[in-house]
């Protein structure tokens, strides 16, 4: 058993000092819990730069940090064991929480914890989502009597040792994050360890297509598609679900229409930094004016051929775009290249929005890029707020 006492008197050393690694420090504060700090980054007097040479009892790292190419991997490989996460010190705290549901998978992670949470709050069952989902989780009021629904990255569960979870499902697994993993099945093998946090009566749930050859245990059932049934069974009791909010979406950035002018639809899928779910975005729209960029990741398939009859034009922007245009150029499909995203918006204004051909159809400018935004952009949160901006001042003037 693992509990909070664990920290009082011990070595700690908190690694990374963004959004997670300062809600970490406040707690530690709180508590009167002594602790070091470093971040690679950020000048600090009071952090301990010689931390390298030192011995820790923990390391509550930040799951941003690739420990595998960091300068100083020898010590993160001696000291493995030690690490630990935000996560883990939330479980710490009590073994009592009501009922813990683990999310993961490559795409739509954030939309079904937030789907699970709306189900919850129509059958009057009090829930939170943590995790890999807006605040960090020591930032918030612990409540046992709540339903947690936890997204966990492939990062959380890899540096993650003490999570506790009633259920656990895998959505989907695509080749993603692989300069980090190296290769898919490294990241399948990570995927599959949010069955490792389960209790002793706890139930898994994976996609069969992710892992057709998975031999799963008893308590662990693959699941074909999302629906009524596998939520029922997820969070552990039978409960009301409409198809109305089956089939929402209110989170910003994911396949979010937020705009409609004359017969042009405008949808936001900044949160697409995998190809995978740019097939996935592609798939629920027709007649399709498609905007692509960012930083491609390893191991990404770009093929679209099968998609292309949904496709009128695809636009491609930003800094990283050889592989896709050559994969592009491989299959023989036309693309228009820009180096910013404002100049792709402004040319779609003037040639397509403006074309008197365009009236008969709808029609939906997708913004869904399929890379990482970190050549451009903070995050894919930003990149997206900056998308809906350029449009509302091209299209409300």
Request: proline share 1%; glycine share 6%.
């Amino acid at each position: 058993m693992f509990s909070f006492k664990e920290f009082v008197n011990k070595k700690i050393l908190i690694f990374g000092y963004g959004k997670t690694g300062k809600s970490v420090e406040k707690f530690f504060k709180k508590k009167n819990i002594r602790h070091s700090i470093w971040d690679d980054k950020i000048k600090n007097k009071k952090f301990d730069k010689n931390f390298y040479k030192k011995k820790y009892d923990f390391i509550i790292l930040s799951p941003g940090i690739d420990i595998y190419h960091h300068k100083k991997k020898k010590f993160f490989k001696k000291n493995k064991s030690k690490i630990i996460t935000d996560l883990d010190i939330f479980f710490s705290l009590t073994k009592n929480y009501k009922y813990t549901i683990g999310i993961t998978g490559t795409n739509g992670k954030s939309s079904f914890c937030n789907l699970l949470k709306l189900i919850l709050k129509k059958n009057k069952i009090n829930s939170k989502i943590i995790g890999n989902f807006g605040n960090p989780v020591l930032e918030g009021y612990f409540s046992e009597k709540k339903y947690y629904i936890i997204e966990l990255s492939s990062y959380q569960l890899d540096y993650s040792k003490y999570i506790k979870l009633n259920s656990a499902c895998i959505l989907n697994v695509s080749p993603d994050h692989l300069e980090r993993h190296l290769n898919l099945k490294n990241y399948k093998k990570i995927k599959l360890k949010i069955f490792k946090f389960l209790k002793e009566q706890g139930k898994g749930f994976y996609h069969k297509s992710s892992f057709p050859n998975y031999r799963s245990k008893l308590n662990i059932k693959y699941f074909k598609n999302i629906n009524k049934n596998l939520i029922s069974n997820i969070v552990g009791k039978k409960i009301k679900i409409s198809k109305k909010i089956l089939n929402s979406n209110t989170l910003a950035h994911r396949n979010e229409l937020f705009f409609k002018k004359n017969n042009f639809n405008f949808v936001n899928d900044s949160k697409s930094t995998n190809f995978d779910s740019t097939r996935f975005a592609i798939k629920k729209n027709k007649n399709v004016y498609l905007i692509l960029g960012g930083l491609l990741k390893k191991g990404d398939n770009y093929n679209i051929k099968d998609l292309i009859s949904k496709i009128k034009k695809i636009y491609i922007f930003g800094k990283n775009t050889k592989i896709l245009k050559k994969s592009f150029n491989k299959q023989k499909i036309s693309y228009n290249y820009f180096k910013d995203l404002k100049n792709v918006l402004k040319d779609f204004y003037n040639k397509d929005f403006k074309c008197k051909n365009n009236l008969s159809k709808k029609y939906t400018l997708l913004f869904s890029p399929g890379g990482a935004s970190f050549d451009q952009y903070k995050n894919f949160e930003h990149r997206g707020v900056k998308f809906k901006k350029y449009i509302y001042e091209l299209f409300k003037r």
